[in-house]
């Protein structure tokens, strides 16, 4: 066997217990707030993935970023059921998160969002509420699709308009969404169908 071949093997097996290793931590935090009585929802790019799934799971693009959905008067809670699965609390650049004690690294972190607060002062709407989620499987409760196309499009970061256009891809995302969504959001929402001939 080559030298690039062994090396390849191992770069796929080191892409493989990462993709584990989300999906691990993933499983370990939704149990362990849903024990704790703790309502949350999936946001980011695991509920685009699980979003997009529901239309052609061959579409699923990998991301290693878990965002919870949360209520800020629950984060007591939240923090006693974290640290019930060896998490603790922390906050970087005033963003709340999760970190692994065994490694806390911000990038294997679950980011914390707060339910109907803003995410930045600029953004003209506040994050969904608790109340706009649903499972879409048993033990995994998202953020509604109206709920996550807004928080994408008030983001609007190159990763953002990634997930929006891939939504739009396999019809998740239509035209008619667009007058329920405000001006300068259904805008930028617009300018994307327009691009992908929708």
Request: proline share 5%; aromatic share 6%.
């Amino acid at each position: 066997m080559s030298a690039d071949t062994t090396s390849s093997t191992g770069s796929w097996q080191k892409y493989y217990m990462a993709l584990d290793e989300v999906a691990n931590r993933l499983t370990r935090i939704t149990q362990a707030l849903e024990n704790a009585g703790v309502s949350y929802s999936l946001a980011g790019g695991q509920a685009v993935a699980l979003w997009v799934t529901t239309k052609d799971a061959a579409a699923v693009r990998t991301t290693k970023d878990v965002d919870i959905l949360i209520r800020r008067e629950d984060l007591p809670k939240a923090r006693a059921a974290a640290a019930s699965i060896d998490m603790d609390y922390f906050e970087v650049m005033g963003v709340g998160m999760f970190l692994e004690k065994s490694d806390p690294n911000p990038r294997k972190g679950v980011h914390l969002l707060w339910a109907g607060q803003k995410v930045r002062p600029e953004y003209p709407l506040p994050s969904p509420t608790i109340e706009e989620r649903m499972q879409l499987e048993p033990g995994q409760y998202v953020v509604t699709l109206d709920g996550l196309v807004r928080m994408k499009l008030m983001s609007f970061r190159d990763q953002d308009r990634v997930h929006l256009r891939d939504m739009i891809d396999v019809g998740l995302i239509e035209r008619s969404m667009l007058a329920a969504i405000p001006p300068e959001l259904a805008t930028r929402l617009d300018e994307l169908l327009t691009d992908m001939g929708r």
